[in-house]
């Protein structure tokens, strides 16, 4: 495909349960990003892959959230037990590049939007 | 702290004037800033990119001033169509972030253009 595309686009859970979203990047990014969209607020950061190694995790809310990216280019976003105020669109980014001084632009997918009822 | 502080009120403006949106940061040093454009219920589309050493950046009716004096971006749009309402966020990158260009966000100010 020609751009970055999440699943499932809605995701609706109830509280307690686990769930996982899952991003596809452009073919051949090297680095992909998780971010968290709470309604009317920018995208936080979650998490930064390089390839198939997760560098940074430091935006994850709490160990509930795990993400990975095995062969360096899907990656699953999973949450555990389920809380309300795990309730976001979940947004992936991917760039082409890394290292510092290549200042790339993100490309994002269109989100999953998690409700936890 | 460190936060990043766009206008929380949404800009209403009639087709064909000027849009000026801010972006004000606190307790950064970025060596960028970018501004992403972003439509109900899509992700963020990267619109522009100004490195600390440049002023001013332009591309098409959009342009891009970055102070680092003043730790400010402002962002134009000018002869502006109703197709440009939209949320429009600015990023930067921490500089400490070991070269990956991690981004943090402003909550972004909602544009809206009437005919």
């Known amino acids: 495909g020609a751009g970055v595309s999440q699943s499932p686009r809605y995701k609706v859970a109830k509280r307690g349960q686990d769930v996982a979203l899952r991003c596809d990047p452009i073919?051949?990014?090297?680095?992909l990003f998780w971010y968290q969209q709470a309604l009317g607020q920018g995208p936080e950061f979650l998490t930064y892959f390089q390839n198939e190694a997760q560098l940074d995790k430091s935006g994850l809310p709490s160990d509930r959230f795990f993400a990975e990216r095995p062969e360096g280019s899907v990656s699953t976003l999973k949450i555990q037990r389920t809380q309300q105020e795990d309730s976001a669109v979940y947004l992936c980014a991917s760039s082409p590049r890394t290292g510092a001084l290549t200042y790339n632009e993100q490309f994002f997918g269109p989100g999953t939007r998690l409700t936890v009822l | 702290s460190q936060k990043i502080e766009q206008n929380s009120e949404a800009l209403n403006i009639q087709e064909g004037k000027t849009a000026t949106l801010t972006c004000n940061y606190t307790?950064?040093?970025?060596?960028?800033l970018q501004w992403y454009r972003q439509d109900p219920g899509r992700g963020p589309v990267f619109l522009l990119l100004i490195r600390e050493n440049e002023k001013e950046k332009r591309k098409e009716r959009l342009k891009v001033t970055f102070d680092t004096t003043l730790k400010q971006s402002l962002f134009h749009i000018t002869a502006s169509q109703p197709a440009d309402s939209a949320t429009y966020l600015c990023?930067?990158?921490?500089?400490?972030?070991?070269?990956?260009?991690?981004?943090?966000f402003g909550a972004g100010t909602r544009l809206a253009v009437h005919p």
């Open positions: 073919s051949g990014h090297v680095s």
């Open positions: 990023a930067l990158d921490p500089s400490s972030s070991g070269g990956y260009n991690k981004l943090i």
């Open positions: 307790n950064y040093s970025p060596a960028y």
